[in-house]
């Protein structure tokens, strides 16, 4: 019971702090609440392909001529990831472009201020994740990723010299 106690009086005072009330009142900003949503799960993704690039490099039932590319393609993947996520989230929650979506998806709720806001802020918050995570995370980081790794494993094969290509059609 003590225990209990003592837990629910630091989590109160930490809740109940300066920084998370000023926190709080910020997130009354649908793009400040969608953009801190997005950058949150960036954060996690790029620790998650942090882990896996350091899973691979230590495991040693890979063999060691997968290791290196296996490693390279979670490192690729990772930098697209938050880069890209980032990039279309920051579009997707932009204010002029989610007062213009809002506008017209939320057109009966315009005389009434307050449930126009509530349902502009979560329309933001889920747009830019669902953007973010399906558009660029699912689609156009592997696509980016793919080619990043591809040009790094062949970037030291040989290319044909074009002094010797005319010759050789003489």
Do not use: W
């Amino acid at each position: 019971m003590k225990i209990t106690n003592a837990f629910t009086n630091v989590m109160s005072k930490a809740a109940n702090s300066d920084f998370m009330v000023n926190h709080i009142k910020k997130c009354d900003n649908a793009k400040f609440l969608a953009r801190t949503l997005l950058l949150t799960s960036v954060a996690k993704d790029v620790f998650a392909y942090g882990l896996r690039v350091h899973n691979t490099l230590t495991n040693d039932s890979i063999p060691e001529d997968k290791k290196q590319f296996s490693a390279d393609m979670d490192m690729a993947s990772g930098i697209t990831t938050a880069i890209v996520q980032i990039g279309t989230g920051f579009l997707v929650s932009s204010e002029k472009l989610q007062n213009g979506i809002s506008n017209k998806l939320f057109k009966s709720l315009k005389n009434d201020p307050r449930a126009f806001g509530a349902a502009k802020a979560s329309f933001s918050a889920i747009s830019t994740m669902v953007f973010a995570t399906l558009l660029a995370k699912r689609i156009l980081t592997p696509l980016i990723a793919t080619k990043i790794v591809y040009r790094k494993e062949h970037k030291n094969d040989s290319k044909p010299d074009k002094t010797t290509a005319l010759n050789t059609k003489a």
